[in-house]
């Protein structure tokens, strides 16, 4: 079967989990997930599930939450259906880190008779799980207790090392179990944290198509539109779903597991992960050194859509000028730009410092290309940037559910969120609405109009 712009939408989640689907992109897409299973008591199938992808010794891994939410049930299935399993539960006394701790703590649980990990958990166990699976050469398996994010069944695994929010590349677990007993029971934060997510695809697939008119980077239109049916599953359902209605935790679920093979398909996160992410990986960090409690990650995604669709905004209808910012690549300064690196990133700018360089982000020339290319295709920019909803109708998306809209809903001050307009795109290389307005030199005058933005708002 080939993969295309008009049979995608027809298919199921098993239709993806075949190996070599063509594609009209050119590539053969794969993914290594075999099983996915949501639905109403699903966790009484896990041993079941275990014994058929042929596994024998389980290390489950909770933390105190995800075990008082599902983990007792899975030990209890497991006990009855006679599968052999070892237990480790974080018990922080704040929020579980994915830092060299926690990964040095789960290390240490590890038999060698082990032959998979069984994760009871989201967002951060799931990485954890994913990654030390990884090292150690075995597989995974994901019990889910929340829909509250995209990433399991992606092929990366978001860790916090050297102080520095950093994606590394990993295996996706053999089977994603979701028990709608479970996942609608999630405490509500999360839920919505996982719509937030799914709001930041509009501006993940924008940034997207920016690139390929730019860079000429790699774009499929399939898992384009695997992710926008994944978009509009969710917002015909939001209303049902703030009243844990099981069809709509169901749908959302579901499109958090679609988003993630999206991002398998590709060998990256490019089809759900840009700009939106860029500035919640910055707000992270800064949380996290300043040691105040984290915020959802989706939450942050949802509030920093609407800040990147504001600057697409701002800048549909901006006059460039084009040899201004030819003159100010010219005269990029590099010991200036490790400064201002030290400043904002602090213990984190080592590593963004030793990992620009190799990767040339400073490139002058490479600067100077780009912004030739984006003065060449300037309409066609243009046109791309208003193709998404405005970010008024975003904020009253999010609204609509009772979702955080605004930066300090969550305690996020207004400060740090300009610094993270400036400084977040040097998180990653990945190229998005921040990199282009850095390119042109305009990120502080758009980070001031942002500001205005909100004021406006209060």
């Not at 799914?198 to 539109?225: F, H, P, Q």
Request: hydrophobic share 40%; net charge negative.
């Amino acid at each position: 079967m080939e993969l295309n712009i008009n049979n995608v939408s027809d298919l199921k989640i098993d239709d993806f989990l075949k190996s070599g689907l063509k594609c009209t992109c050119g590539k053969a897409h794969n993914i290594g997930l075999e099983r996915v299973l949501i639905e109403k008591d699903a966790i009484k199938k896990v041993p079941d599930i275990l014994r058929d992808l042929g596994f024998k010794n389980s290390l489950v891994v909770a933390d105190k939450n995800t075990y008082k939410a599902a983990g007792n049930q899975v030990e209890t299935a497991l006990k009855e259906g006679k599968f052999e399993y070892k237990k480790f539960i974080f018990e922080p006394e704040d929020d579980l880190v994915p830092d060299e701790s926690a990964l040095g703590k789960l290390f240490m649980q590890f038999d060698k008779d082990v032959d998979v990990i069984l994760t009871i958990g989201s967002g951060t166990l799931n990485d954890l799980g994913k990654f030390i699976s990884h090292k150690l050469d075995i597989s995974s398996v994901i019990v889910a207790t929340a829909p509250s994010m995209d990433g399991f069944a992606s092929n990366g695994s978001a860790l916090i090392v050297e102080n520095l929010k950093t994606t590394y590349q990993v295996d996706v677990p053999k089977a994603i179990i979701g028990d709608v007993n479970i996942l609608k029971d999630a405490p509500m934060e999360m839920i919505l944290a996982g719509f937030g997510d799914i709001v930041g695809k509009y501006s993940a697939l924008n940034d997207w198509k920016l690139s390929k008119i730019i860079n000429k980077e790699y774009y499929c239109d399939v898992t384009v539109k695997m992710v926008e049916d994944s978009i509009q599953k969710c917002m015909d359902n939001s209303e049902k779903m703030i009243n844990r209605d099981e069809t709509a935790i169901k749908n959302l679920m579901e499109a958090l597991v679609l988003t993630g093979i999206a991002m398998s398909f590709v060998g990256n996160s490019r089809p759900a992960s840009g700009s939106e992410h860029h500035l919640a990986h910055y707000l992270e960090m800064m949380f996290l050194f300043e040691g105040k409690k984290a915020v959802l990650h989706g939450t942050k995604v949802g509030i920093s859509t609407i800040i990147t669709t504001k600057l697409r905004e701002i800048l549909s209808e901006y006059e460039l000028n084009f040899d201004q910012a030819i003159n100010s690549a010219k005269l990029f300064d590099q010991d200036q730009w490790e400064k201002n690196i030290k400043q904002f990133y602090g213990k984190a700018a080592p590593e963004i410092i030793k990992t620009a360089a190799k990767e040339k982000r400073n490139s002058i020339e490479s600067r100077l290309e780009r912004i030739s290319s984006i003065r060449e295709n300037i309409n066609e920019i243009k046109d791309v940037i208003k193709d998404i909803p405005t970010a008024e109708e975003i904020k009253a998306i999010l609204k609509r559910v009772g979702a955080a809209a605004e930066p300090e809903d969550v305690g996020i001050e207004l400060k740090i969120m300009l610094d993270a307009i400036v400084m977040a795109k040097e998180v990653r290389p990945r190229y998005t609405i921040l990199s282009f307005l850095g390119d042109l030199d305009l990120l502080d005058e758009f980070s001031y109009k942002i500001k205005n933005y909100l004021a406006e708002r209060v």
